[in-house]
């Protein structure tokens, strides 16, 4: 059984700050485009009856409401640590990335029963090239969200805000499916416009089933198999360590907690294992990103 012949943990908890900043920032921004691609959309589907356009701009706005739940989490993510909530407040983003999926999951339901509404009860659909202008500038805005999301989320670590940026790139995409209501309805074909809408729905349906199997694998401690043996090779490095017996790793919000055991020579004095201890912290925070915690325990001999 290992037993405990020193422990320390070191906290990057000050950095907390400027990733929560950055990604508030993006989150405004992109929010901000996002509201006003699907002002722009709205007033088309008001004078068009697309309902295509009308799931498209359903989950346009669905995506800019993404962004509160994130928000919230990034701001809680700045408050220290109190005598109840030790460990901080990174769940709340965890939390966050759960609120996002039931968002999709909305925007999804109510882009299906228009599509079927439609579907059973067709309505004459004009404006086409303003159907097709909406459609392009839904697919620009999203996909100049997509990348902002994704690019500051991987930056940061956050999986809630990658996956909403993939809900962002998704959208653009189905913007431009929109298009091809459009095309079929000018060519006498207006069904097309509904089973453009019933495409939407089933595309959103496959982002709740992928983001919300990545977010509940977190909340559940889940992690990537790769990233235990990217901590292995890190410590590896350190020659002292005879053997490690045990790594566990587990996210809060876009942060992450390590904890090590390991053998080293039993007549290591403990000034010599305290050094060592901090070699390999060096060694794991220089080799992995998002790393807020790392506790090395050494197993008795």
């Known amino acids: 059984m ?7 943990s070191h906290d990057h908890a000050h950095s907390e700050i400027p990733t929560s900043v950055e990604g508030i920032k993006i989150l405004k921004w992109s929010s901000a485009l996002l509201i006003l691609t699907a002002m722009f959309q709205c007033s088309v589907v008001y004078y068009s009856g697309s309902v295509a ?23 809680f993510a700045r408050l220290k640590p109190t005598p109840q909530f030790t460990y901080g407040y990174g769940r709340v983003e965890d939390l966050a990335g759960v ?3 039931f968002i999709v999951l909305f925007s999804a339901v109510a882009a299906g029963y228009e599509s079927v509404h439609r579907f059973f009860h067709p309505q004459e659909v004009s404006h086409l090239g303003a159907i097709f202008v ?37 959208d653009g995409w189905t913007s431009l499916a929109v298009l091809i209501g ?16 019933f495409g939407i729905t089933f595309t959103l349906l496959g982002i ?53 055991h390991v053998s080293l020579d039993p007549n290591l ?11 390999i912290r060096h060694h794991i925070y220089t080799h992995l990103p998002h790393v807020e915690r790392v506790h090395v325990l050494f197993d008795a001999n």
């Not at 290992?2 to 320390?8: G, K, P, R, V, W």
């Not at 009308?54 to 990034?74: E, G, K, M, Q, R």
Request: charged share 20%; no cysteine.
């Open 208 to 260: 709740v089933l992928q983001s919300g199997k990545s977010i509940f694998i977190r909340l559940l401690d889940g992690i990537d198999p790769h990233l235990i043996h990217d901590i292995r090779h890190a410590v590896e490095h350190v020659k002292e360590v005879q053997t490690i017996s045990t790594i566990r790793a587990r996210w809060s919000g876009h942060k992450l907690t390590i904890d090590i």
């Open 99 to 101: 609120a996002i999926v």
């Open 2 to 8: 290992a037993i405990l012949s020193h422990t320390h």
């Open 134 to 170: 909406a459609g392009l500038i839904g697919f620009l805005g999203n996909e100049l969200v997509a990348i902002w999301r994704i690019r500051t989320g991987k930056k940061i670590g956050s999986v809630a805000m990658i996956a909403d940026g993939h809900h962002a790139r998704v």
């Open 269 to 279: 004095t403990m000034s010599d294992s305290y050094k060592i201890s901090e070699t």
């Open 182 to 197: 459009a095309i079929g309805v000018y060519l006498g074909y207006p069904i097309v416009d509904a089973l453009v809408g």
């Open 53 to 75: 356009l009308l799931a498209d701009t359903i989950h346009n706005f669905a995506d800019a409401l993404t962004s509160v739940p994130l928000w919230i989490a990034f701001r």
